[in-house]
């Protein structure tokens, strides 16, 4: 049975730092693509960042120089260094797998940037 379990999602003032973590258990298959993705109320689930087993690495223009994806192929695991917060970046971010097969997601962690 696959699961992601995503940690790392807090309350944090403006321009605080989270990191979010998501580990991938029973796949099967190589990992391909791990990322993060994010999703506000009435709006579509838009990437974040993603990494591909090369270390090649694709970020939304709104978190470049702001937030680092990286991954450790070892443990299956991706993560997500946020720096700069602002309140748009408060909503529920997803952690996604995609094994050249499948796509998996995580059930979400809550990112609040309040003061």
């Known amino acids: 049975q696959v699961q992601l379990v995503e940690s790392g999602g807090d309350l944090v003032q403006p321009g605080g730092s989270l990191r979010l973590s998501c580990e991938a258990s029973?796949?099967?298959?190589?990992?391909?693509?791990m990322g993060w993705y994010r999703q506000a109320p009435g709006k579509q689930r838009e990437l974040v960042a993603d990494m591909l087993r090369s270390g090649t690495t694709n970020y939304a223009d709104s978190v470049k120089a702001r937030f680092t994806i990286s991954r450790d192929n070892a443990k299956n695991t991706v993560y997500l260094q946020m720096n700069s917060l602002n309140p748009g970046d408060t909503t529920i971010y997803y952690c996604n797998v995609y094994d050249s097969r499948h796509t998996f997601w995580g059930k979400g962690t809550q990112v609040n940037v309040s003061s």
């Open positions: 029973g796949i099967v298959f190589s990992i391909a693509v």
